[in-house]
């Protein structure tokens, strides 16, 4: 059974420890499914570039346990070996407590957890903070240890001595090295595609788990699950599908200013008969021909406002298909495309596509999970109905929305209870990601939306 690898807290190593390991099976000629718990874009880049297979997300509060059930079962299966990286702390979820945590999805597909300890500044207390992740959720099966921030020999022994005394497998430690360090911006790790060196680092991670992991311990750790006979029915939140479609064509723009999307985007827009074109507006690119509807990711368009400012054509394109009624689905970065301006890291303002009446800057932090309940139905959403997503921004509006145009309700732990977002009945625009697998009714009725949509016309 694969394992889950877990830490006591973001910046341990757990992402380190993921990718050595996939390198290494890389290396050696085997295929491995890597997931990861949790929201995130980043890590999941950097797993499939190592990994050649797109990295999986199982949260349960974004698609709920029976569908994290399916795509762990279905994918995993697929591989000669898999691996689960955690997320945060092994027992932070959603507030205060475990709910979408690390523990929970252990829990819930029964996996064997690996704690990955940042242990520089520690040599017995190790041992305390072990015993505490050990004994807080006796259910859990914490199998061993991997130290990462070991600085020596002598370290290295006063450490094992420490984990010796509670009978707790050492599994590993890593060297104290600032060529370990994984490069890092304002919302987590550099992407994969920033990274020149990417080659490079993929022989230094397996060289890593070579040198320095207890791979007689591990590697059987990593053995995929067999496949299930239930695996082909995974749920999903969707409606009756239409046997008798349309083709149809929807364009998401995909670049170094948006990429914050999970695989099963594409996947469950092509289930529904759609064609996915792939769109730069960082290289002043026109809509793809015949485009009846568009998404906009997520992603770093704060770092690249100069660029698409300048990309006149895209920008051109984007006001044509609003104006033609073409369905424009957008999140977070994909939002602040939208706006009249963007003000880039330096404080500097640049024009946007001005479809909407709000200015974009760098403001308070705003993250976590959020349920939203629809004020009013529009493109991809009824009036009344719930869905759970996640906000994770540093860039605040200057305007809400006017109360006829308001997508949701938002409320989330520490979260005051705020509208939110645009909703008409072409456009869905909103800070909050959504991850498909959980709502599958979205692309559903995107698709429909796009056939209902007569193509853009050329210029």
């Known amino acids: 059974m694969p394992c889950l690898i877990a830490a006591p807290a973001s910046g341990s190593g757990k992402t380190l420890v993921s990718l050595a390991l996939t390198a290494l099976a890389r290396r050696r000629g085997l295929s491995i499914q890597t997931f990861k718990v949790g929201p995130d874009y980043l890590d999941p880049q950097l797993l499939s570039a190592t990994s050649g297979r797109p990295c999986r997300n199982l949260d349960p509060l974004l698609c709920g346990e029976a569908w994290v059930e399916a795509s762990f079962q279905r994918h995993s299966s697929a591989a000669e070996l898999s691996l689960v990286e955690g997320v945060m702390g092994l027992f932070d979820g959603r507030g205060a407590s475990s709910e979408g945590s690390s523990a929970h999805v252990a829990q819930l597909l029964e996996l ?93 991670w397996a060289d890593l788990a070579e040198r320095h992991l207890q791979l007689e311990q591990l590697w059987p750790l990593l053995q995929a699950p067999q496949p299930k006979p239930s695996e082909d029915s995974q749920p999903n939140n969707s409606e009756p599908a239409n ?95 939208l706006g009249q301006e963007l003000t880039d890291q330096q404080g500097k303002s ?32 009824q009036q009344g109905e719930q869905v759970n997503g996640h906000e994770f921004h540093r860039w605040q509006l200057n305007t809400s929305p006017d109360k006829a145009d308001q997508l949701w309700q938002l409320e989330g732990w520490g979260c005051p209870q705020r509208p939110e977002g645009w909703s008409t009945a072409t456009l869905h625009a909103s800070w909050l990601h959504l991850h498909w697998g959980g709502c599958g009714f979205i692309p559903q009725r995107l698709a429909a939306a796009a056939r209902r949509t007569p193509p853009l016309l050329p210029c």
């Not at 406002?305 to 920008?315: G, I, N, T």
């Not at 946007?352 to 308070?364: I, N, T, Y």
Request: aromatic share 4%; proline share 6%.
């Open 112 to 204: 064997p957890v690996v704690l990955v300890v940042e242990a520089s500044r520690q040599a017995g207390s190790v041992a305390a903070l072990v015993r505490g992740f050990r004994d807080h959720q006796p259910s859990l099966q914490l199998v061993g240890v991997v130290l990462n921030g070991v600085g020596s020999e002598r370290h290295h022994a006063l450490l094992a001595e420490a984990l010796s005394s509670m009978a707790m497998p050492l599994l590993g430690a890593l060297p104290r090295h600032d060529s370990l360090e994984l490069p890092s911006r304002h919302l987590g790790l550099l992407p994969a595609h920033e990274l020149a060196d990417l080659e490079h680092r993929l022989g230094a």
């Open 243 to 337: 046997t008798a479609r349309q083709p149809v064509r929807i364009a998401i723009a995909s670049d170094a200013a948006f990429h914050f999307r999970y695989p099963e985007a594409s996947e469950l827009l092509a289930e529904q008969g759609v064609e996915v074109q792939h769109w730069s507006p960082l290289a002043d690119q026109a809509l793809p021909e015949r485009c009846q509807a568009l998404v906009l990711p997520g992603g770093y368009p704060e770092l690249h406002a100069a660029q698409l400012a300048a990309s006149q054509r895209s920008l051109e394109q984007l006001r044509r298909a609003q104006q033609q009624g073409l369905p424009i689905y957008a999140e977070c970065g994909g939002l602040l495309l």
């Open 350 to 381: 640049h024009a946007m596509a001005g479809l909407l009446p709000f200015r974009a800057q760098r403001g308070q932090l705003s993250l976590g999970y959020r349920s939203a309940t629809a004020l009013r139905s529009g493109l991809v959403l």
